[in-house]
């Protein structure tokens, strides 16, 4: 690991164990919502049991996979995140994307919400190869992340908070780095609805084939 991403994954950590409670209490979006259930949809007529979440927070969509009958795994930088999923008897574990605790192959599917543009350009190639590793041969990867029309990468103050270390990317740019591990089956955008923004910023989602 490098000096500079060991600062910014103990900066993050640090940064979302503060915001636990917070992001506990808060409902994720509809949009949010919904595209999880097309997802566990998707999963459930493709036959498929168990699923690896990358960024699981709290563990909303942990405990929604879990009560769809999926078995779920999940990983975050914040040690509160994975004692807060703990204790709503979840399968959570402190780690990187970059180091995942799992055996080759031993997921069906992958999630990851609003995670990996906190990975720098020079390191997502590494992180997404380290995904793929642990989902099994044709697996579907749900993925989302934050966007722009111009890309930018380095600290940034959002919701109110300090500045932490985000990795905006293009439309293109994404699709490209995502497409070297499968092939992009679904992609949509929607524009970011927080009032009084700007930054032209929006969200990505998709679905890769790994």
Known sequence: MTAAREIRERELAAWYDGEVGRRAARDL???R????????????????R????IGCGPGHDGAAFAAAGLAWSGVDLAAASVEHCRGRGLDAH????HALPFADGAFAAGWSMSTLMHVADVDIGAALAELVRVLEPGAPVAIGTWGAAVASEGPIPIDGGEPRFFSIRTDDRWRAAVERHGTVERWTTWPDPRPGDDSGWHYQWLVLRV
């Open 33 to 48: 919502t919904a595209d999880r259930e097309l997802f566990v949809a998707q999963l459930a007529a493709e036959g498929r």
């Open 50 to 53: 168990s699923v690896v979440e």
């Open 29 to 31: 979006a509809d949009r």
């Open 94 to 97: 402190v780690a990187p994307v």
